[in-house]
């Protein structure tokens, strides 16, 4: 089920943005997990991701990705990690994935046809909302992903 002019809004947000291949995501994710236990941070809410370019490397593609951690408290960060107070993304076009992140493309299929069909302009990258953290032994196939993509409120 797609709908149109939904929000997103998280605080206090830990963010990294860089080039990575897919392996290289999954070890920040990591260190960024490690990051915010050894400086006493707790994750308050939902992972977020966005895409924002794909390149062709040597073996991999390199993904130019955002990673978005909502923290329990405001942070000077240093160093790769930013501080954003607020990420608030307004009028998106809103899709729910349930199961396996391997179909997730076809979600994306889905939003782009109904951006296209109802002549909107995205303005966004697509940003991914991990609303199930999965445990150890979890299959893949339990994720559930928000996908939201910014849209233009002005109709040209």
Do not use: C, W
């Amino acid at each position: 089920m797609l709908e149109i002019g939904k929000e997103f809004k998280i605080e206090n947000v830990l963010s990294l943005r860089k080039k990575m291949t897919q392996q290289e995501i999954q070890q920040e994710m990591m260190s960024i997990g490690e990051f915010l236990e050894q400086n006493s941070f707790k994750k308050n809410g939902p992972i977020v991701t966005a895409t924002f370019a794909i390149e062709q490397s040597n073996e991999q593609p390199l993904l130019d990705t955002e990673i978005l951690v909502p923290i329990d408290k405001p942070a000077n960060l240093y160093g790769k990690y930013k501080f954003k107070d607020v990420f608030h993304l307004i009028n998106a076009v809103y899709a729910r994935h349930e199961g396996n992140p391997n179909t997730l493309q076809n979600t994306y299929n889905e939003l782009n046809q109904y951006i296209s069909e109802k002549g909107l302009q995205p303005i966004t990258a697509a940003y991914n909302v991990n609303v199930v953290d999965l445990n150890p032994g979890q299959s893949m196939d339990d994720m559930i992903v928000d996908v939201y993509v910014g849209v233009n409120p002005s109709i040209v």
